[in-house]
Nanobody
Framework: QVQLVESGGGLVQPGGSLRLSCAASGSIFSIGTMGWFRQATEKGRELVAT???????NYADSVKGRFTISRDNAKNTVYLQMNSLKPEDTAVYYCWAVTNMNYWGQGTQVTVSS
């Protein structure tokens, strides 16, 4: 079993920045790729960014050049640095990790509004 706890969401003005963190605990030795998904109101959950255990990132086209995913394996933590935020980035952001199963965090709200 893996537990994921997110932090760092909040309210920010357009053009601002936020940094999300996700700390993993439990059977962390078995974790492979980790990442972030988001779900806006009345929309489906969509991939934002993923990062392999070796540090290779992958981004959705909508966030390329604005978001950066990183990972500290010593701290069992994955981060999402979000810059140049737009109102359309407003969503609940979920941390995700995969072993032989998918694990999800509880979600953290990000609201981009003036």
């Amino acid at each position: 079993q893996v537990q994921l706890v997110e932090s760092g969401g909040g309210l920010v003005q357009p053009g601002g920045s936020l940094r999300l963190s996700c700390a993993a605990s439990g059977s962390i030795f078995s974790i492979g790729t980790m990442g972030w998904f988001r779900q806006a109101t009345e929309k489906g959950r969509e991939l934002v960014a993923t990062i392999t255990s070796g540090g290779s990132p992958n981004y959705a086209d909508s966030v390329k050049g604005r978001f950066t995913i990183s990972r500290d394996n010593a701290k069992n933590t994955v981060y999402l640095q979000m810059n140049s935020l737009k109102p359309e980035d407003t969503a609940v952001y979920y941390c995700w990790a995969v072993t032989n199963m998918n694990y999800w965090g509880q979600g953290t709200q990000v609201t981009v509004s003036s």
